[in-house]
């Protein structure tokens, strides 16, 4: 329970999740969020009128308490903490799309301004691994960067995509930070130093972790899902209605946000809701401080709309007011309430015994009677493409006799547009047969939630039948083969000693097979984009040869099979020709892109000086009175404008390109190592990343075909 | 003024309906009463508090659902007889639980709405009201529309019992012996009526009513005519109103006016000086509220708002303050009564258990047997599709007995699902393609949080696309079934029904005439527009008058057999009425004789309607669109003062526009359509298809001009 303590209006819009505080000076604590057009406030009450604008620091003229910082880009990402040795007060850390900025805001000073080509997507401060200054460690376009205070590059890897969430928490238990990296492609990774230590794959995308304590950790998902993980096992997990922005937590319990207006507060045992207070707009982040200078700590909630609530735990007295005798009257109710359930189930057994005497009467089409033997049959196979339907898993359900299925209800997480997928079938069309097509986008397993309305064809009541069903990681692949389809260029092969059958045994738990197979010797054909995977085992040496074209895939495989077999360390051989191809393409493309950014950016260095001598020039026109020569100056000004905007967005453009070629260029060096399993895969990701900092693409690609730099 | 109730629940029985709970007048000195409710089941329970546990005085054995519960007992005496009526039966209890009375009053269809007064009983059946004296037929009268409450004014003071009806159309109707006396407006279909001060005022003339839509007001009744005297909207869009009652619950002297309604929400009306009454209180139970009325039940000389649920929670709302002894810790001492309490529900509940768990076995067996069937009786599900006249929009509440596992909704007309702020289910939308046999156009699914047993939604309609809407709900009980429920989209579905029209408009005219009965024409009225009763009504020919609640424009519809003529300001509205209604015919292989009779003045009366409303909405959008660059400009000068005046006031208002922006989503779009559709219609009935012009149409809504949008039309 909390009660609200103080509440204030900022009058400035603030951006989601770009909320901290920080103390500045080293002792009073202040607010800072990024608002809107680039610039970030500081709200610091406790020294009113002190302070000289001057920098990139400005007062604001509304409200006195208020500083704004002008950083001229899109902020993207924020914190506040002690970053080198030495300083009184907090660092400040920006991150945009291009740089990060560490700003002491007490001396009104910059401490580095680094350029960052991968972008800031998070930020977060603190110590990692063995390491010894503390890092601000930035999450950008699949990218992980560390910088000391110096603005040193200190620690450098890759991970699978899109960075949205960092959060640094002791994972492993052996008294170092481990860094936990929540990315678009629905996974939380954990990192010691650059090693990667786990894996979780969630549902969606992962928007926001907190650390709780121990080896504990709170995690949000873009569709309202927030939960707990202990180490890798999930603790518990809830959905909300809607989605959250930021979670937070303090001393075992977290705060979830939906930008709905809410705050939930959820202990971490059991995920129940403590307190809810409403906004009225979305919140926009949470953060923990002394704000009001009297030792306690307070939480402090903000809103979009610039509104700041400050909370505190409810004191003893107060608590046996808050929570009243509610807590007996909640108990007799959930008491009475699940009395009045069995009542009910009772009530339906006794009723429905009464039926079960042959003889059907008029009511019971209405009610919706089956025949008590009435069983569903469910099964899953592989449909190739036809001219109408695209290659999909067919799901049938069947009843085995008179009986209709009215609709059918799957909820499954990560495959479907939401988390369920309805089959209703038109009045005329009912039968006792359902088939749904499911194409998974990823190759994950999936549990299928499958729920169907069994009853007559003019029921208004039906039978729910409840039936989960698993789908296997890598159902959308296809034992037939078509003979002329080209023979994948794309291999990987590697050696384990194990036996073939258990291979066979992990090839009949991940693929659809309509009957079991018995030899680790198959092709499929992928059903995504119809190229062939080939799987072969010498059964003398134990080396397996992976025949795909797809990276991606062939990587899953590896790391699949790897956990499957509890293989901890897997040397491979790989070489994807086309694909390689295409990355070697790309690496010109970044070179490209490259030069021309700097030739842009001169240009537009040299926009801007001319267009400062029009200013003075039209200026003087107009001071001396000369209108013609001051009209002149101003539709070349004019044109000058209309010049340099465009340039910006050809400026735009290249960047986004550059930023899109990146991006596919860290994760060639993730696939990469994902081909490979423990130390043998972290080595692949060190020297790639040396080979890319030396600019040397040869190097690179021996690396990706044979996993070490040397030999 | 400031009132503090604290919630206790007494019990749960079954499902209750409207108006089954009542308070027994206290007996002698104590103070305490007793309470006596009635459900679903046919249970009548009447029970006492002693030392915080219902003690039960009487409980009778199940039988046919009980829609209404009455006291009555002779004139001048204590009030303390119970009448309940279920079916078309209607019987008597004494306050002991002896049955007294028993009367068939062979109606065909159950009774929904009852009244006792002394000897007199009266009752309602959908369009039928009944007044009984000492159990002999004396008047009787046939409704237009359903009845959905009846009241009496009190004889003493006017010298004859004068009986009130509700009914579905909007109107109180006021009776005299057999004779309607007169009519009454009220601004919406009212369904609960109840004596002002539970005796009709000083006078005895003044009742309360509560509408579906959320309204409430007091009305004085007298021989000839009626006056309002107050009226309390709903603009904060709470629920129905589904029960009311008259008690001093503040003690400041003044009786205030309790309030119950189905989104859960108790309130309680205070009067000031003016008498004027105020919101004093409220608080939101989770489920519908089916009775309230005031009294003393859990302890002497502390009064309370008593209530009844929809899923049979008896809950009180009392003054008396609850101290919570906070022990030593975190944990709240529970106080003894409450611990032998949950003993022995904990006992009742282990008990349960076995028996449920044999019941399971048992029914696992079955699915052995080849001849024996499953068959699980029906869950009572309450529901309720309304008309929002403001937002010209549907709300689709439900409401179950135990908590929702999922809904399933599923349409087979395009409609918009808008998101509703009080649900916390899960929605997750389906794909759907409507051209595959399946012809769905809308396919989502709720998952509900624990213990949700309402749920409320939000659906828009587009008129002339007609359909159903059809939801499958499934609760959390074992056996699972799941039972769907069906809800039409009309034709016209965004009219409603009003009572007089402006005559003045220029209208269009649809005349039909053909070899059709008059309940044949009834019968497609009613597919077409909402509102409109079921049953044929009495007599030669009818008039009905309709409204459309977005854009105001008016349809007067006037059929007898073989004719029928429509009148709208809106061509689109007659363009509609025409296509369903040539269909429906077909259909029965009638053979209609169709004329229209087109004024072209309406269209341009029509566009000068929607004019306001248009450019009011893209202002808004303009100046919503400005916010936030204007305070940027103000955060970086730091004033907002070199602005000009127009841009300032845009700053100042910023809060209030962003609000109505908020409150009508896709207002704009809807507009457009509707203008879109006009246009298509007028040129309809000229026999051009002018579709191909749409697309410059749009550009001009664009760049939208009243009289270059009229320029259009004209030319076009």
Redo the contacts between chains.
């Keep these: 329970m909390l009660v609200p303590i103080f509440t204030l209006k900022l009058n400035h819009k603030i951006n989601p999740r770009m909320v901290t505080i920080g103390k500045f000076d080293g002792i009073h604590p202040c607010l800072t969020a990024a608002t809107q057009a680039g610039k970030v406030f500081i709200h610091n009450p406790h020294m009113r009128g002190q302070r000289q604008a001057a920098h990139r620091l400005s007062q604001s003229a509304q409200d006195s308490d208020i500083s704004l910082l002008n950083i001229n880009q899109a902020v993207s990402c924020l914190t506040a903490g002690t970053l080198g040795p030495n300083t009184t007060g907090d660092t400040l850390l920006v991150g945009t799309q291009t740089n990060l900025l560490a700003y002491d805001v007490h001396d009104n000073a910059d401490i580095f301004y680094r350029e960052v080509t991968d972008g800031a997507n998070a930020i977060v401060l603190g110590k990692l691994g063995n390491i010894e200054s503390p890092l601000a460690i930035i999450g950008g376009n699949c990218a992980l960067q560390g910088f000391d205070f110096e603005g040193n590059d200190q620690f450098w890897t890759v991970t699978g995509d899109n960075v949205r969430s960092l959060v640094l928490c002791d994972f492993t238990g052996d008294g170092k930070n481990e860094l936990l990296v929540g990315s678009e492609d629905f996974d939380i990774r954990v990192f010691k130093e650059d090693e990667l230590v786990s894996e979780m794959a969630e549902n969606e995308t992962v928007t926001s972790l907190c650390h709780m304590h121990g080896s504990r950790f709170g995690y949000a998902l873009a569709n309202g899902t927030v939960g707990v993980y202990d180490r890798t096992a999930r603790y518990w997990r809830i959905k909300s209605h809607s989605s959250l922005c930021h979670i937070h937590s303090r001393s075992g319990s977290g705060w979830k946000l939906p930008p709905k207006g809410t705050d939930w507060w959820n202990s971490d045992r059991t995920g129940e809701v403590i307190f809810k207070d409403n906004f009225s707009s979305s919140v926009a982040g949470v953060v923990e401080g002394d704000y009001r200078m009297d030792g306690q700590i307070q939480l402090i909630c903000t809103s979009v709309d610039g509104e700041v609530r400050g909370y505190l735990p409810a004191s003893k007295e107060m608590k046996g007011n808050l929570m009243d005798s509610s807590v007996e009257q909640d108990l007799i109710r959930e008491l009475s309430q699940r009395r009045q359930n069995l009542l009910l189930e009772l009530r339906n057994y006794e009723e429905n015994a009464k039926q079960a005497v042959p003889g059907i009467s008029d009511g019971d089409t209405q009610m919706g009677v089956i025949p008590a033997n009435t069983q569903l049959q469910t099964a899953l196979s592989v449909r190739a493409a036809t001219e109408s339907q695209k290659a999909h898993i067919e799901l049938s359900i069947s009843t085995p006799n008179e009986t209709i299925i009215r609709a059918v209800l799957i909820f499954a997480e990560g495959i479907f547009e939401g988390e369920s997928h309805v089959v209703h079938p038109s009045s005329q069309n009912l039968s006792g047969c359902v088939r749904v097509p499911i194409i998974p986008p990823k190759d994950i397993p999936v549990d299928l939630h499958v729920k169907a309305f069994v009853g007559g064809k003019s029921s208004t009541q039906f039978h729910v039948f409840e039936i989960t069903r698993q789908l296997p990681r890598f159902s959308m692949y296809d034992l037939h083969v078509d003979p002329e389809s080209p023979q994948p260029t794309g291999k990987v092969t590697f050696t384990i000693n194990d036996r073939p059958q258990r291979v066979v045994m992990w090839l009949n738990q991940n693929f659809l097979l309509p009957e079991g197979i018995d030899t680790p010797d198959v092709t499929f054909t992928s059903l995504r984009d119809g190229g062939l995977l080939n799987i072969s085992m010498l059964s003398t040496s134990g080396e397996i040869t992976l025949n795909t074209d797809d990276i991606d895939l062939a990587g899953d495989l590896v790391q699949s099979l790897a956990s499957f077999l509890a293989i901890e360390d897997l040397q491979a051989e790989a070489d994807f020709p086309t694909y390689f191809g295409e990355l070697r393409t790309t690496l010109t493309e970044v070179d490209e892109y490259h030069s021309v950014h700097q030739k842009l950016t001169a240009a537009i260095a040299d926009h801007s000086n001319h267009i400062r001598n029009m200013l003075v020039q039209a200026e003087d026109a107009r001071l001396m009175g000369d209108m013609k020569n001051m009209k002149k100056r101003y539709i070349e000004l004019y044109d000058l404008n209309r010049d340099l905007i465009n340039e910006y967005k050809i400026r735009s453009n290249n960047h986004n390109a550059l930023l899109a070629c990146l991006k596919s260029v860290n994760q060639a060096i993730q696939w990469a190592g994902r081909l490979r399993v423990g130390k043998p895969k972290n080595q692949v990701i060190t020297a790639c990343r040396d080979a890319i900092k030396n600019n040397n693409v040869n190097a690179l690609f021996k690396i990706m075909r044979a996993g070490t730099a040397s030999s | 003024m400031e009132i503090n109730l604290?919630?206790?629940?007494y019990?749960?029985v079954g499902v209750t309906s409207q108006k089954t709970m009542r308070l027994l007048p206290a007996v002698g000195r104590k103070a305490t009463q007793k309470v006596a409710v009635a459900d679903y089941d046919g249970v009548i329970t009447c029970f006492g508090m002693k030392k915080g546990e219902a003690v039960p005085v009487f409980k009778t054995l199940p039988g046919q659902k009980i829609a209404r519960l009455d006291l009555g007992g002779a004139i001048g005496t204590p009030q303390e007889k119970i009448f309940v009526c279920a079916g078309s039966e209607v019987k008597g209890f004494t306050k002991k639980g002896k049955q007294f009375l028993s009367f068939e009053a062979n109606l065909t269809e159950s009774i929904n709405a009852m009244h006792v007064s002394g000897a007199d009983l009266f009752v309602c059946a959908s369009y039928i009201y009944n007044h009984y004296c000492d159990c002999k037929d004396q008047d009787y009268y046939l409704s237009g529309d359903k009845i959905n409450d009846i009241v009496c004014l009190p004889a003493e003071n006017l010298g004859r019992i004068v009986p009130v009806l509700a009914c579905q159309d909007r109107v109180l109707r006021v009776l005299k012996g057999s004779e309607l006396l007169y009519d009454i407006e009220v601004p919406g279909p009212p369904c609960v009526l109840e004596l002002y001060n539970r005796d009709g005022g000083t006078n005895g003339e003044d009742i309360l009513y509560g509408t579906i839509d959320g309204k409430l007001g007091l009305i004085r009744i007298t021989d000839s005519s009626s006056s309002s005297k107050w009226e309390i909207g709903n603009e904060k869009k709470k629920g129905g109103v589904l029960c009311m009652d008259t008690f001093d619950i503040m003690g400041d002297g003044v009786k205030d006016i309790l309030v119950g309604r189905d989104d859960g929400t108790v309130e309680v009306y205070g009067f000031d000086c003016s008498n004027e009454p105020t919101l004093r209180f409220e608080h939101v139970l989770s489920e519908s509220i089916t009775s309230i009325q005031g009294g003393c039940v859990g302890k002497e000389s502390y009064d309370e708002v008593l209530t009844a649920t929809y899923?049979?929670w008896v809950t009180g709302l009392t003054t008396e303050p609850?101290q919570?002894?906070?022990g030593p810790g975190?944990e709240?001492k529970?106080?003894r009564e409450?611990q032998s309490?949950?003993a022995s529900?904990?006992a009742?509940?282990d008990q349960?258990?076995m028996?449920?768990l044999q019941?399971?076995e048992?029914?696992q067996q079955?699915?052995?047997?080849?001849?024996?069937?499953?068959?699980?009786?029906?869950?009572s599900v309450n529901d309720k599709f309304t008309l929002c006249q403001d937002d010209a929009s549907y709300s689709l509440a439900l409401e179950v007995?135990?908590a929702i596992d999922?809904l399933?909704l599923?349409s087979?007309v395009p409609i918009d699902l808008l998101d509703v702020?009080k649900?916390?289910?899960?929605?997750?939308?389906?794909?759907?393609d409507s051209e595959q046999?399946?012809?769905?156009f809308l396919?989502?699914?709720y998952?509900c949080?624990a213990?949700t047993t309402r749920l409320e939604l939000k659906v828009r309609s587009i008129e002339g696309q007609y359909g159903t809407l059809q939801a499958?709900i499934?609760p959390?009980?074992?056996?699972?079934?799941?039972?769907?429920?069906q809800y039409l989209i009309k034709p016209l579905s965004l009219h409603q029904r009003t009572h007089a029209i402006d005559q003045d408009r220029p209208m269009n005219t649809l005349s039909l005439v053909g070899q059709f009965s008059f309940a044949e024409i009834h019968s497609w009225v009613v597919f077409c527009l909402p509102e409109v009763p079921e049953k044929t009504p009495a007599g030669e020919n009818i008039t009905f008058y309709f409204q459309n609640t977005f854009l105001g424009t008016q349809l007067e519809a006037t059929y007898c057999k073989g004719e029928s003529h429509f009148k709208s300001d809106n061509i689109s509205t007659i363009s509609i009425l025409k296509d369903v209604l040539s269909k429906e015919a077909t259909k029965r292989k009638i053979n209609l004789n169709i004329s229209y009779d087109i004024n072209d003045d309406s269209v341009g009366h029509t566009l000068k309607m929607i004019h306001p409303k248009l450019e009011y909405q893209l202002l808004l959008a303009k100046k919503v669109q400005l916010i936030?660059a204007l305070?940027?400009l103000?955060?970086?000068?730091?004033?907002a003062d070199f602005l000009i005046p127009e841009y300032r006031n845009i700053l100042d208002e910023a809060a209030y526009l962003l609000e109505e922006y908020k409150k009508q989503p896709a207002h704009l779009e809807r507009l457009y359509g509707m203008i879109t559709d006009l246009f298509i219609d007028k040129f309809k009935f000229k026999g051009q298809n002018v579709k191909t012009k749409v697309s410059l149409l749009l550009e001009i809504l664009d760049n939208y001009d009243l009289d270059s949008l009229m320029n259009f039309f004209n030319e076009a």
């Design positions: 604290n919630r206790i629940d019990l749960q899923t049979g609850q919570a002894e906070a975190e709240v529970m106080s409450t309490k949950v529900l904990r009742e509940l349960l258990q028996k449920v019941g399971r048992k029914y079955t699915s052995q047997s080849s001849t024996a069937v499953s068959a699980v009786p029906m869950f007995q135990t999922n399933l599923q087979d702020d649900n916390s289910a899960v929605v997750s939308f389906s794909e759907c046999p399946n012809g769905n396919l989502a699914t998952r949080q213990n499958y499934t959390r009980l074992q056996p699972k079934t799941c039972q769907v429920r936030d305070k940027e103000q955060v970086h000068e730091g004033t």
